[in-house]
């Protein structure tokens, strides 16, 4: 069955960089149909989209907060996001998700697959 499990999360300072991997089984990316989405979520806030890679392969991102600052990619079958610049208000849990369409969507609900998190804290 498909899994989503995640990785690279970390302390970083304010500033600092983190690339993020989710590592995908079950299925093939960009044979089956899935698109694979980033999501983040702080305490007390909701889950929110960031990023998103369709089954092609094509790269969407979705926080204005971090435009400028994120790279969604992938080789074989793990997705990455590379995050740049990053601020205390980046702090949060990142997830990975999968849905069962080849184009992407930021809403949560639409997702039917997820990866456990991995937690992104910045600070100095």
């Known amino acids: 069955h498909l899994q989503l499990v995640e990785s690279g999360g970390g302390l970083v300072q304010p500033g600092g960089s983190l690339r993020l991997s989710c590592a995908v089984s079950?299925?093939?990316?960009?044979?089956?149909?899935?698109?694979i989405g980033w999501f983040r979520q702080a305490p007390g806030k909701e889950r929110e989209g960031v990023s998103c890679?369709?089954?092609?392969?094509?790269g969407t991102n979705y926080a204005d907060s971090m435009k400028g600052r994120l790279t969604v990619s992938r080789d074989k079958n793990t997705v990455y996001l590379q995050m740049n610049s990053l601020r205390p208000e980046d702090t949060a849990v990142y997830y990975c998700?999968?849905?069962?369409?080849?184009?992407?969507?930021?809403?949560?609900?639409?997702?039917?697959?997820w990866g456990q998190g991995t937690q992104v804290t910045v600070s100095s």
């Open positions: 079950g299925f093939i990316l960009g044979m089956g149909s899935y698109a």
């Open positions: 890679i369709s089954r092609v392969g094509s």
């Open positions: 998700a999968a849905v069962r369409s080849p184009l992407c969507t930021p809403v949560v609900a639409s997702y039917d697959y």
